[in-house]
């Protein structure tokens, strides 16, 4: 059974860090392009972050640009989110997802095909 399983969520003051991370299991991530995305209460999906398969292009939104920094391991089938100076509108549900391409950062607006449960991360001020 292909599963992604984020985890490193938890709760933060405002300027603090939080590192997140998502382990693939019964698939290799190896040719995936792989993303993260936020869901806040009552809003919509947001793309944060993806990063092609071998780790030669990633993309951001705007509002972590500089921020966050996502990494992959291959070998380890486990991708990465570090987060810095997080603040209070940082605060939502976190979804690591995988699919076949990034399409120069589509992906943060198309989505993938696989997805976590989520980890829920949380910026007080």
């Known amino acids: 059974l292909a599963q992604l399983v984020e985890s490193g969520g938890g709760s933060v003051e405002a300027g603090g860090s939080l590192g997140l991370s998502c382990v693939a299991s019964?698939?290799?991530?190896?040719?995936?392009?792989m993303g993260w995305f936020r869901q806040a209460g009552g809003k919509e999906r947001e793309g944060v972050a993806c990063i092609t398969n071998n780790s030669g292009a990633t993309y951001y939104a705007d509002s972590v640009r500089g921020r966050f920094t996502i990494s992959r391991d291959n070998a380890k089938n486990t991708l990465y989110l570090q987060m810095n100076n997080l603040k209070p509108e940082d605060t939502a549900m976190y979804y690591c997802a995988s699919g076949p391409s990034c399409l120069h950062g589509d992906f943060l607006q198309n989505g993938g095909d696989a997805w976590g449960p989520g980890t829920q991360v949380t910026v007080s001020s």
């Open positions: 019964g698939y290799s991530i190896r040719a995936r392009c």
